[in-house]
């Protein structure tokens, strides 16, 4: 009589315990179908410049980008804002003076560094056509910045910059796809998700006065180049997203 009462009390609260589960199962399927309103980028970009932009700066640039949106869920589309900081090149020289003896007695530093910085919004169609897999189509307009920077710091504690900043307009067209990594999920309601997301992106740039720098002349200078061209960009992304 006692064994049939466990077994009777055991069955009940496995069947309770197995009721609980699916509950909670279905109200994560749930969640997990929820549009989800904001998005949060980082990513590793490459970016190539082209035609004579390309001829002038002699080099692709890597970098990274900041990106966050609003999607306006269950409508496929996000509009959201993009900031890509890419370097093409710098150097830091160290200037020596030294005694007879071989000592160095003073030492002024020269650094400098070639940055270009676009910033754009974009228009993203994403439709859910599967559950892990989120392929997208974005248009994007905006500007670019140029900057040229030259840093100098003397032993006597002199500083002293220079620098050469412009801007131009860009528009272009990217195509990427997102891929879910990972649901978080916190019952009664929270839910996001954390996806890798491959971008390519191509930007036609309006005709720009822009300035690098070369290198460091042997007397502490900075030598600036100054070229003309448009400023056509390719760039290539790889990243996370996190969406809430």
């Given amino acids: 009589m006692k064994k049939m009462l466990i077994f009777l009390i055991a069955g009940l609260a496995l069947a309770s315990f197995s009721a609980t589960a699916q509950t909670e199962q279905q109200e994560i399927e749930a969640l997990k179908r929820k549009p989800l309103k904001g998005m949060f980028g980082l990513s ?75 910033v754009t919004v974009f228009m993203q169609i994403r439709p859910n056509v599967a559950e892990y897999f989120f392929p997208y189509f974005e248009a994007f307009a905006g500007f670019t910045l140029f900057n040229a920077n030259s840093d100098f710091k003397s032993a006597f504690g002199i500083e002293d910059s220079k620098n050469e900043l412009s801007a131009g307009w860009n528009a272009g067209l990217g195509v990427g796809t997102m891929i879910k990594l990972v649901d978080f999920v916190t019952l009664p309601s929270y ?19 822009y300035y690098m720098v070369k290198q460091i002349n042997s007397d502490t200078s900075p030598e600036f180049s100054r070229s003309k061209s448009k400023t056509d960009i390719a760039t290539f992304q790889i990243g996370l997203v996190f969406e809430f």
């Fill in 44 to 118: 590793f970009t490459n970016s190539v410049p082209q035609k004579e932009f390309y001829d002038n700066l002699k080099r692709s640039g890597q970098g990274f980008s900041l990106y966050g949106g609003y999607n306006f869920a269950p409508v496929p589309i996000t509009l959201g804002l993009q900031t890509d900081f890419l370097f093409y090149g710098g150097d830091e020289r160290i200037f020596r003076y030294k005694n007879q003896g071989d000592w160095t007695y003073l030492r002024d530093t020269v650094s400098y560094q070639n940055m270009i910085i676009p």
């Fill in 191 to 209: 839910y996001s998700r954390l996806l890798l997301d491959i971008k390519a992106r191509y930007a036609k740039g309006t005709t720009v006065d």
